[in-house]
DNA sequence: GGCGCTGGCGCAATCGATTGCTGCCGCCTA
DNA sequence: TAGGCGGCAGCAATCGATTGCGCCAGCGCC
């Protein structure tokens, strides 16, 4: 299984490796006479040749990968995103290096990643504190972007709009006729619960609807959590509810159920974020869509950038790809 | 951002780098004066060293990197999988890159992977036609694992039991006192969809219910297969239905909850493996839970023992690890 | 006292591709 | 005729780590 390498090119070309090398490269500067050019390329063809990159990678002092760090592998939200990310990598070249650091870990996956030279930068998404994001980055040494998360000193960043997301959600909540809408928040102090809260309380704001902070309950990011969180709210008699995620909507829809509330008819349920699982619950759930793919892409796409040595431009939150209206919401009882 | 190597740490313990490289690697055939020893282990310490894997690879011809190539990204199925793989990869020092495969890929994932040295071997998650599949593997030239998937003549595989786990299923719906139990084909020909069906059969025979194959609609791997699979099944009235995976059980729910059938007290409904969105479904589903993580840990160790030239055993079946009894199952009507 | 052995370590080749520099050939100009 | 120059292509160093081989000093043995 010896794989073709460029010596092997070069002698069936008849030229030196160096010449080999600058057409297979397209290099410009060198002048190659037309005919030697297409005798190389010819016989890389016939030899199905593909440059070794680790050899390459040594030389160039780049490895032409990504690594991308997720929270966890089953969310469909990240799913997503590094969905988008393989196919922006894959345009320019690039592979993708896949790994989580779930709540538990011990060692710093960033770093793991980047010693050893194994990638030119990294994509991250974390749910983790502050400090200890910023502490493990800084330790990586290699370009990074995060995804739809923000840090002080990190310049380089893609979020989504979570605050038009709450709002186009309330509005459409609104125009069905709900006043008393509560929501499922975030974790409190993470950038988009904050956006989200913001957004929620901004629409409800423009029509005339007044905030009432006991319509909100800390749900976190979890279905159990969702759950608890709808529990408290239910004596306030919502007759629609904003879930900071679909997870967390999902949970709040178990427990209207089994509070005996019909969904829509006495109560709306909205989630935040799309995603296939929307369409397997009962009944399916109305959802913001989220363009997480995109997401995903223009970050490696940013990354890449970062890599050749350009300075991107920042990238404005992403809008929502807008509502995805399923049988979940309906018009406000009486 | 210049990083250490080798020959830093060897020149900080005042030895050659050939020296410096013996000990770290800890040969075994050299001797090496304990206390020169200690001072390069003092040194890498000091300096942070982490060999550049690029160089490494290139001299050992060995990347320490698997691809891993899955249909899907969001099916939690394949998360799991590839997260068990995530595991058992790190814990030999080894990455893992990520691609996936949809059904309308034009180039083959696996030679681009293989290609260019990039990867040591590939575990491969395939929905594809065995055809299709064995020429592409075989263009990539290099050891490869299939996950939860048979293919002649490519004896390395991970294979969840499936026939177990349908019959474990029916089991309990048996015990439950249900005899009219539908079930939710897989995609006809596909190995696992063979295997469930079988495990169905074998289990009603067993407990000496007749098979019908009206009972049988063949449902696929979607939401919606399942659902319309449901909705032709529902005609036969059936007390309880089998799913063939998570995702046409949770496509079935919905149909009877239109249908206004009541779950579990007019039909019961169980899916084949676990998954968090199985608690998020209404009422919140019954499953056979199956050590899908497991499988992607032992798919690496076996491709990692592939690649050190081991020839290992090939791996039984792997069983599942039980029903997960939620409260979309429940005893027969009447 | 010379020879050989062995422990301990350094020299240098090697993996495959990239790239700065040099060399050769032919033609043009002075 | 000599010098110069432009077009083309090869030589060889380089990236960082691994590893076969050889060197040297010290010791034991005859």
Aim: proline share 5%; charged share 20%; net charge neutral.
């Amino acid at each position: 299984m010896v794989r073709t390498k460029l010596a092997d090119v070069a002698r069936l070309a008849g030229v030196d490796i160096s010449t080999a090398s600058r057409v297979l490269r397209g290099e410009a500067t060198q002048r190659i006479r037309q005919e030697t050019r297409e005798r190389v390329l010819q016989s890389a063809r016939t030899l199905n040749y593909a440059p070794n990159q680790l050899a390459r990678g040594l030389r160039m002092a780049r490895s032409a990968t990504f690594g991308i760090v997720v929270p966890q592998l089953d969310n469909p939200v990240f799913a997503s995103a590094i969905f988008g990310a393989e196919k922006a990598t894959l345009r320019h070249g690039y592979s993708l290096l896949i790994a989580h650091r779930g709540s538990d870990a011990t060692d710093s996956v960033y770093q793991r990643m980047s010693h050893g030279n194994r990638v030119d930068g990294l994509l991250v998404a974390s749910l983790d504190d502050d400090k200890l994001l910023r502490n493990e980055l800084e330790a990586a040494q290699v370009p990074f972007v995060l995804l739809n998360r923000q840090l002080a000193d990190a310049p380089h960043a893609v979020v989504l709009d979570s605050r038009a997301a709450a709002e186009i959600a309330v509005d459409h909540l609104v125009a069905l006729g709900h006043r008393r809408i509560a929501h499922l928040a975030g974790r409190p102090g993470g950038f988009n619960a904050g956006e989200r809260l913001a957004g929620y309380r901004g629409a409800l704001e423009r029509h005339g609807i007044g905030f009432d902070p006991a319509l909100v309950a800390v749900a976190g990011y979890t279905a159990e959590g969702g759950a608890q969180a709808m529990r408290q709210l239910l004596a306030q008699r919502p007759t629609a509810v904003l879930g900071a995620t679909l997870v967390t909507a999902a949970g709040a829809m178990a427990v209207l159920h089994e509070g005996g509330l019909q969904i829509p008819q006495d109560v709306s349920v909205v989630g935040l974020h799309d995603a296939p699982v929307a369409t397997m619950l009962y009944p399916q759930l109305t959802t913001v869509k989220m363009p997480t793919e995109r997401m995903g892409e223009l970050a490696a796409d940013l990354l890449i950038a970062l890599v050749d040595g350009r300075t991107p431009d920042t990238i404005a939150p992403l809008p929502p790809d807008g509502m995805v209206i399923r049988s979940s919401t309906g018009p406000a009882p009486f």
